[in-house]
């Protein structure tokens, strides 16, 4: 994620501001040049400081503070390039899943802010009935006191459709879960990373057979049953060696996990990596007689753009030391809690290669 400078003022921006703290003016951000830009009205519309040739307006869900992404003013669309992906929305009339919602589109835009960086596409089921990206955000809590309870609603994916429970908002429930399920990590945005990597695996893998061969000698073949593998998980937990071929417990599952996993690990990687670019970190270990394997200068790194996957690693790996090492200072779990074999390095290579059109 970049950092951004307001244009009146140079106050420094962060992805989710709506007004700069140094001078006011509201911001909104345009996602083609990807630019968070001070913005000035002009009669119904807005001027942006950053592309002022062309007026603009917000997308319609800012009305309720879920969204600060604009589109261009003569737009037939009321929604932003995130947000026309939505199929089904929370209750409103519970004034509870507003807030839920808020958190859930701060997670899902900045998975958009990647997946627009990496170029991939995101055509939405109105662009692309068969294969086009959509979201239904729902809830199984009873709408009353006196209302049934609903079916219980489960976080998937299902041929471009993923379904979230809202209940992943609530960081209790959420904490909750994920110590039931004896997770190291669970997030909103981690759940977003997951259940899209099983949609790109549709439209990039499956889609194209020599790469879904290749896919298979790597990740393994997704034809075995998913609901035994999935049942034999539960009973049995993953193998106790599984840290050498996979990323993380969960992904030893089948291999639509392995795949789903190891794509959501590559969006944690290029996206903090460009964040710690953009805050010109570098990491330099003081001590030890051969510190090179845990130095990196990340500053100039452009994450989106590098050619090989080990360019990523070479960074990563120092970074995740480094952090690490400051979580356990103030007595937090580490950042990453994840080991990264070299059969998981070239899993995530080819995730790389896919992403960039190298297969």
Known sequence: MKLFECQHCGQMLYFENTACVRCGHRLGYLPDPAMLSALEPEGDHWRALAAPDRPMKFCSNAELDLCNWMLPADSPDQFCKACRHNRTIPDLSEP???????????????????????????????????HGLAFDFLSDQPAGPAQPRPAPVLTGHDQGLITLNIAEADDAHREQTRKEMGEPYRTLLGHFRHEVGHHYWDILVLARPDVLEKCRAIFG????????????????????????????????????????????????????LETASAFGLKVDPKVGNDDDDLSADIDNLKATRVRHVQELIDAWLPLTFAVNSLNRSMGQPDLYPFVLSPVVIEKLGFIHDLVHRKI
């Open 221 to 272: 073949d997704e034809r075995e049953d998913y609901g035994e593998a999935l049942k034999r998980h539960y009973d049995h937990g993953a193998p106790p060696d599984w840290q050498e071929n996979y990323v993380s417990a969960y992904a030893t599952t089948h291999p639509w996990e392995d795949f789903a996993e190891t794509w959501t690990h590559y969006l944690h990687i290029v996206d903090t």
């Open 96 to 130: 509870r899943n507003v807030e839920l919602w808020r958190k859930i589109e701060i997670a899902k835009h900045r998975l958009f802010y990647t997946l627009i960086a990496l170029k991939l596409p995101l055509d939405n089921q109105e662009d692309d009935p068969e």
